[in-house]
């Protein structure tokens, strides 16, 4: 077991942790909280077992967040009449950004009405101040963080995945008094790896560098209080800027950056797709608020996740399937072929029920297709149990390359 998922489990006892998701999955199965949607299979109309949701949590079915909601719906109506420096400003926006802020431990954070904005809109004015600046960017980073660097201006250095020797390469070839920015993930959105948030942290001491780390698929999830990676590792305070999402972990909509407030206003006042939008309906900033509370409180939703992803990396191993990594909750089954993932894709939902998306070029390079597969906190271990049996048929059926194959060519 990888030490990211190891440390939400660390501690407890078997049976301990039994009986918590035991009684977890009983309060999630009794308020709808379970991951089930409706479709229609061969014309008629039956339940699908949904193993590719971002909503890892089951935040959006919360019977917490869902009040916040309409409670908010009732007082605010639905729209939010404009955009945050206009007249879309609402004291819902006001108290979720002073709660981020203080989950990262940072003088201030902005919402955004997407991750995607947050990253791009932040990104061109952060990585273009000053003019002169430097950026080292991994080459796995998002579309988002790709846009916003290119939107910037500025010159950009793109280090291999992870490869934090390749980082210094380049930090070091560059000019010593250039101003210099490292833009990284800390979960890889399609691999599910986690990145080496402790080596970049004492790279950019070295060099200078200010930091800007996405933790879109961390937050909720992991570190202290749902607080990310940076967290979990005790290093948060390491990094200049830490942007998150409302959309995964915390199961509503939005993003956000947290970080010193000088750099938070200069995005505020600066970055376009904040400037120029309308911004989020109070009810949403409203549900967010309580999913981050919540989750601030909370450690059962994290245990049961993490002890789903452990399960279902050891079923997979057995099953000799082979998958990109046990860093995290992400599970990539790699087919490596766009076709076949397709077809693996559509005998899963049409013999079993089951719903996982394959994953097609332009998310993945041509030639490295994936199921990307999102156990959650609301499956179960007979959940986990039955979808690995079905994947391991569908693998055998469709002539898929194992593990042990890949590893002898």
Same mark, same amino acid.
């Given at each position: 077991?990888?030490?990211?998922?190891? !440390?939400?489990? !660390?501690?407890? /006892?078997?049976?301990?942790?039994?009986?918590?998701?035991? *009684?977890?999955? &009983?309060?999630?199965? %009794?308020?709808?909280?379970y991951p089930m949607a409706s479709a229609r299979r061969d014309g008629v109309d039956s339940e699908v077992s949904v193993w590719c949701s971002n909503d890892y949590l089951g935040m959006g079915q919360n019977p917490q967040v869902i009040a916040a909601m309409q409670a908010a719906v009732d007082t605010h109506g639905v729209g939010s009449g404009g955009s945050r420096n206009i007249g879309g400003n609402n004291h819902h926006h006001v108290l979720l950004e002073k709660e981020l802020a203080d989950l990262h431990g940072k003088e201030a954070a902005l919402l955004f009405t997407s991750g995607y904005t947050a990253n791009e809109g932040s990104l061109t004015v952060l990585a273009g101040m000053p003019k002169d600046t430097l950026v080292f960017s991994d080459? %796995?980073?998002h579309a988002s963080i790709i846009d916003g660097l290119r939107h910037s201006g500025a010159k950009k250095f793109i280090f291999r995945h992870n490869d934090v020797a390749h980082l210094e390469e380049l930090l070091a070839a560059a000019p010593a008094d250039a101003p210099k920015f490292i833009v990284a993930e800390s979960v890889y959105s399609m691999s599910g790896t986690v990145a080496p948030l402790a080596q970049i942290a004492g790279l950019a001491d070295e060099y200078g560098a200010t930091t800007f780390i996405d933790e879109v698929h961390a937050v909720g999830m992991y570190g202290p209080q749902g607080a990310g990676i940076a967290a979990q590792e005790g290093i948060a305070d390491r990094f200049t800027v830490i942007m998150g999402t409302l959309a995964k972990g915390f199961g509503t909509i939005g993003g956000y950056i947290a970080g010193p407030a000088a750099l938070v206003d200069a995005v505020r006042t600066y970055a376009r797709s904040f400037v120029f939008t309308t911004s989020l309906p109070p009810s949403v900033a409203a549900a967010a608020l309580a999913s981050v509370q919540y989750l601030?409180?909370?450690?059962? &939703?994290? %245990?049961?996740?993490? *002890?789903?992803?452990?399960?279902?990396?050891?079923?997979?191993?057995?099953?000799?399937?082979?998958?990109?990594? /046990?860093d995290?909750?992400?599970?990539?089954?790699?087919?490596?072929?766009?076709?076949?993932?397709?077809?693996? !894709?559509?005998l899963l939902f049409e013999r079993h029920g089951i719903y996982v998306q394959s994953i097609n070029a332009?998310?993945?390079? /041509?030639?490295e297709e994936i199921l990307r597969?999102?156990? !959650?906190? @609301?499956?179960?271990? /007979?959940? @986990? *149990?039955?979808?690995?049996?079905?994947?391991?048929?569908i693998w055998k059926e469709l002539n898929i390359p194992t593990a042990s194959a890949r590893d002898a060519r």
């Open positions: 077991m990888n030490h990211h998922l190891a !440390s939400y489990l !660390s501690g407890q /006892t078997a049976d301990d942790l039994a009986g918590s998701k035991r *009684e977890f999955l &009983e309060i999630g199965r %009794k308020s709808g909280n080459a %796995k980073n601030r409180s909370s450690d059962a &939703e994290r %245990k049961a996740l993490a *002890e789903n992803a452990r399960y279902l990396h050891s079923l997979l191993i057995s099953a000799d399937i082979p998958f990109l990594s /046990t995290s909750h992400i599970v990539s089954a790699f087919v490596g072929d766009d076709d076949t993932c397709k077809r693996a !894709s559509q332009p998310s993945v390079p /041509t030639g597969i999102a156990p !959650s906190a @609301v499956h179960d271990q /007979t959940d @986990v *149990e039955n979808f690995a049996h079905a994947l391991h048929g």
